[in-house]
T-cell receptor, first 112, second 114 residues
Framework: DTGVSQNPRHKITKRGQNVTFRCDPI?????LYWYRQTLGQGPEFLTY????????KSRLLSDRFSAERPKGSFSTLEIQRTEQGDSAMYLC??????????FGDGTRLSIL | DAKTTQPNSMESNEEEPVHLPCNHS???????IHWYRQLPSQGPEYVIH???SNVNNRMASLAIAEDRKSSTLILHRATLRDAAVYYC???????????????FGSGTQLTVLP
């Protein structure tokens, strides 16, 4: 069990640029989640995949946010035309049905 | 989603037991009580969960009130490495395909004093 891996750990970009984050879940986990966490708050759910199917995306913050999980393995989260308010920690978690979620250590995004 | 209430912060001395309370008066019959913790600069880490009976594992114990409207996470001997934000979360038992996402509150910031 190598755990959930997220890359990069830190991303600094200028406002208006596009960014993409990658999550590699634990290999046998069919469920994959993305969360966002701002300073002093608990993580906030964004979207969920079961295998390659994105079954819940209504919580994505705007149409600038999109996620994919091709072939049901790794996942990417993209933010287009970044804004100051997008600065946050983006967390990925994986799991199986009715079992606890395992989190990565996140990607910290800073918008200049 | 059913809501939980936790104190904002607690302090403990090193090597002493810590009891972290959580109130969840609107819990439904199929909600599991999960605890996660988040150390600085890390993602949340699963600690323990239960439904009705008290539970023990290598990290902690979970004591659940008979009416299930409250629970307590017990760390038997706090160490400096236990300093973290502790989250109490209600997680429904769902069918395959449902998201079952975690709804985090603000948690309890535990400070362990040497």
């Amino acid at each position: 069990d190598t755990g959930v891996s997220q890359n990069p750990r830190h991303k600094i970009t200028k406002r208006g640029q596009n960014v993409t984050f990658r999550c590699d879940p634990i290999s046998e986990h069919n469920r994959l989640y993305w969360y966002r966490q701002t300073l002093g708050q608990g993580p906030e759910f964004l979207t969920y995949f079961q295998n390659e199917a994105q079954l819940e995306k209504s919580r994505l913050l705007s149409d600038r946010f999109s996620a994919e999980r091709p072939k049901g393995s790794f996942s990417t989260l993209e933010i287009q035309r970044t804004e100051q308010g997008d600065s946050a920690m983006y967390l990925c978690a994986s799991g199986t049905d009715n079992q606890p979620q395992h989190f990565g250590d996140g990607t910290r995004l800073s918008i200049l | 989603d059913a809501k939980t209430t936790q104190p904002n912060s607690m302090e403990s001395n090193e090597e002493e037991p810590v009891h972290l309370p959580c109130n969840h008066s609107t819990i439904s019959g199929t909600d599991y009580i999960h605890w996660y913790r988040q150390l600085p600069s890390q993602g949340p880490e699963y600690v323990i969960h239960g439904l009705t009976s008290n539970v023990n594992n290598r990290m902690a114990s979970l004591a659940i009130a008979e009416d299930r409207k409250s629970s307590t996470l017990i760390l038997h001997r706090a160490t400096l490495r236990d300093a973290a934000v502790y989250y109490c979360i209600l997680v429904p038992l769902i069918s395959s395909g449902s998201a079952r996402q975690l709804t985090f509150g603000s948690g309890t910031q535990l400070t362990v004093l040497p």
